[in-house]
């Protein structure tokens, strides 16, 4: 049996609306790192809105993708000693 890739893990913010009213009252982004481990060194993001989402400036977007990509070292981490070596 071939092991299991993991391919991504995806973080849901929110927010309010912002001042303007251009967006929903409420503002939702989901952010999904993708990749395989293995094949790449790093993620790519992926950002999904269907109320649109709000940002003051690039280093706000910069902030929300490092608290997305937060968790993939403890996942590597995990995944090496679980489905790797416990294979093998």
Excluded at 1 to 7: C, G, L, Y
Excluded at 50 to 60: A, K, N, R
């Amino acid at each position: 049996m071939q092991r299991p890739e993991i391919f991504g893990i995806s973080v849901k913010f929110c927010q309010d609306g912002n001042t303007l009213g251009t967006t929903s009252e409420d503002e939702e982004l989901t952010m999904t790192a993708e990749f395989q481990l293995g094949e790449e060194a790093g993620p790519f993001f992926v950002l999904r809105s269907t109320t649109g989402w709000s940002i003051d400036d690039l280093e706000d977007l910069r902030k929300l993708m490092e608290i997305a990509k937060a968790p993939l070292s403890k996942i590597k981490e995990v995944y090496e000693q679980e489905v790797v070596e416990g294979r093998e």
